[in-house]
């Protein structure tokens, strides 16, 4: 999901899929597929046996595909015919297979997942509800990502020069270049992660295990991702800085969404491959500490990407324009840090490892 965070976290990214008459638009667009697969379960619901998890996640991933190349098309305003024809085979295979096919069942698990472990609302046991909820939300989710990733490369072959663009090659480039400092923040998750479950599992003794359990490490793994993020955004600092400079109400809320919200995403879709895909005991700790360690280690190492190129966009622009200043988690650093009022235009710098360097610039 880290096309997700980066459309939201990178501001210029952010800026150009929330402007009016684009959010407008994926308004009306992101209906259609909703309603389309309300109307596909009920057609298929007496044929095909969308009681098994592995019919339904089928199912769900190839009509999200479908969806995604349409939501794409209708992003970069042009019909799906032309996409097929100018679009390359990579990015056309990245959107079908992983922003419509993977993607969508990682949602339908994650609805499966939260239904059965907070709501007590089991697929396995009452089938009709939750897969017609799975089938729906993935469709409506996929579209609404494709249509905005399409609206991305439209502005893109219009002209606008992007820092960052929301299909995972820059966070390669980053594990290329910095992959030390990557390492120690996904391994202390990890490690964190890990010894938090189990602490927690042979300590606790009352009800709510299961959701007790998500909670805790949602918790541990938004620290870690916010503690990442602010690592990378501010590479020359000690991490006390940014948190005295920063308010208290724009760090809490940094830390509610995304660092907490999307930590127990991942800690849930996992849950749901275990429970109904590979019907593992979910007795057995084992199971339990890695995806605690996983979810955390995860989610440490996307804040630390995220910062990176909140960085790489701030020293690349040299200041943010008005359509920029509308990212609702920049201005006050802007304001703290003084990038917003000095008006400097520094030369764009790469951090490798740890150490400024000038000799090329940290683009996309």
């Given at each position: 999901m880290v096309h997700r965070l980066a459309l939201r976290i990178i501001p210029q990214l952010n800026a150009v899929v929330t402007e009016r008459d684009v959010r407008r638009r994926?308004?009306?667009?992101?209906?259609?597929?909703?309603?389309?697969?309300?109307?596909?379960?009920?057609?298929?619901?007496?044929?095909?046996?969308?009681?098994?998890?592995?019919?339904?996640?089928?199912?769900?991933?190839?009509?999200?595909?479908?969806?995604?190349?349409?939501?794409?098309?209708?992003?970069?305003?042009?019909?799906?015919?032309?996409?097929?024809?100018?679009?390359?085979?990579?990015?056309?295979l990245w959107i079908g297979g992983w922003i419509g096919f993977v993607y969508g069942v990682h949602l339908s698990l994650l609805v499966l997942a939260l239904l059965a472990l907070f709501v007590d609302y089991h697929f396995l046991l009452h089938p009709d509800g939750p897969a017609m909820m799975a089938l729906i939300i993935s469709c409506t989710a996929v579209t609404r990502d494709a249509f905005e990733i399409g609206h991305v490369v439209r502005m893109e072959s219009d002209g606008m020069r992007l820092v960052t663009f929301p299909d995972g090659g820059s966070f390669r480039e980053l594990l290329r270049r910095d992959f030390l400092h990557v390492a120690r923040w996904v391994g202390a998750g990890l490690v964190a992660g890990g010894i938090v479950v189990t602490l927690y599992r042979l300590n606790w003794t009352g009800d709510g295990l299961e959701i007790g359990q998500a909670i805790?490490?949602?918790?541990?793994?938004?620290?870690?991702?916010?503690?990442?993020?602010?690592?990378?955004?501010?590479?020359?600092?000690?991490?006390?800085?940014?948190?005295?400079?920063?308010?208290?109400?724009?760090i809490c809320r940094f830390w509610v969404w995304p660092c907490f919200t999307f930590a127990l995403t991942y800690y849930l879709v996992q849950m749901g491959a275990l429970i109904f895909l590979f019907h593992f005991d979910r007795g057995l700790m084992f199971f339990h500490v890695i995806i605690g360690g996983v979810t955390a280690g995860a989610m440490a190492g996307y804040g630390y990407f995220l910062g990176s190129r909140v960085f790489v966009e701030f020293q690349t622009h040299g200041g943010l324009s008005e359509e920029l200043k509308r990212c609702p988690f920049v201005m006050e650093i802007l304001a703290k840090t003084g990038w917003a009022t000095s008006g400097q235009k520094t030369e764009p710098v790469a951090v490798v490892q740890g150490h400024p360097d000038h000799s090329r610039e940290m683009l996309s």
């Open positions: 994926k308004r009306w667009i992101m209906l259609a597929p909703g309603l389309v697969a309300f109307i596909l379960y009920r057609l298929l619901h007496d044929t095909l046996p969308l009681s098994n998890p592995f019919v339904l996640l089928t199912i769900g991933g190839t009509l999200s595909a479908i969806t995604a190349y349409w939501a794409y098309a209708m992003g970069r305003q042009a019909s799906v015919g032309t996409i097929f024809q100018t679009d390359g085979f990579r990015r056309l805790f490490v949602s918790v541990l793994a938004a620290c870690f991702a916010h503690g990442a993020f602010l690592s990378a955004r501010y590479p020359f600092d000690d991490l006390s800085k940014p948190i005295k400079t920063l308010s208290l109400w724009n």
